[in-house]
């Protein structure tokens, strides 16, 4: 079983559409979770840090179930340029600073 | 934020030839860097963790002698690829931590390797 799970996609919507994306995690002792975004043959890029409470930027709210291991990432009104995969990122156990990638999900926003 | 560079941003070599990618912390000391690979329509893959000053630990299955760090300064780690075939070939990246507390890492840009 993979560390991390995600839906590779591709999610096709239409501009303004609401998408949700979901990822799971094996390790129970993990204590850090991010969405990353990651454009075409490009470096991945911080989209936001994942915290129990939920949270919120912008059209973006991440929210984080540690009883059931599973993050969710919502993108509201998706615009053109939300077209990316989407990496769900969780850290191994401890102050290592070791990340561990999902996948990642494509999201390709047509108008 | 912070910035990290990587260089070169691309390179094509020979079967056989060692190829040598630099990451470096442009505006911050980074005591820890790590090191990814990331084949074709696949996730990153940590390799290994550049520490300063002492050995580099690496992910199970990731070959030491192969995939040669140095990390001599808290600005720049060093990743030599050494005697590189065609299944080397891949986007590597590397990642700088501000410090042991922080969460969050920067990324490099990245480097292409074709290994002919």
């Known amino acids: 079983r993979k560390e991390v799970e995600q839906d590779p996609g591709p999610f096709n919507v239409p501009e303004g559409a609401t998408v949700a994306f979901n990822c799971t995690y094996s390790n129970s002792a993990s204590q850090s979770f991010f969405w990353y975004r990651q454009d075409c043959r490009k470096e991945p890029k911080l989209l936001m840090s994942?915290?129990?409470s939920g949270n919120e930027d912008g059209r973006f709210t991440a929210q984080l179930n540690r009883a059931s291991q599973y993050i969710s990432l919502l993108i509201r009104d998706s615009k053109l340029s939300d077209s990316a995969t989407y990496l769900c990122v969780v850290n191994r156990s401890g102050n290592t600073g070791k990340l561990i990638f999902g996948q990642g999900t494509t999201l390709q926003v047509k108008p | 934020g912070a910035v990290v560079s990587q260089h070169p941003s691309r390179v094509i070599c020979k079967s056989g030839t060692s190829v040598k990618i630099e990451c470096r912390s442009l505006?911050?000391?980074?005591?820890?860097m790590f090191w990814y690979r990331q084949f074709p329509k696949q996730s990153l893959m940590l390799m290994a963790t550049?520490?300063?000053?002492?050995?580099?630990?690496?992910e199970q299955g990731v070959e030491k002698d192969k995939f040669l760090i140095n990390h001599a300064s808290l600005t720049l780690s060093t990743l030599t690829v050494t005697s590189a075939h065609p299944e080397d070939s891949s986007f590597y990246i590397c990642?700088?931590?501000?410090?042991?507390?922080?969460?969050?890492?920067?990324f490099g840009p990245g480097t292409r390797l074709t290994v002919l």
């Open positions: 550049s520490n300063e000053g002492s050995k580099a630990t690496y």
């Open positions: 990642s700088a931590r501000l410090d042991s507390r922080a969460d969050t890492q920067y």
């Open positions: 505006d911050f000391q980074a005591t820890t």
């Open positions: 994942v915290y129990s």
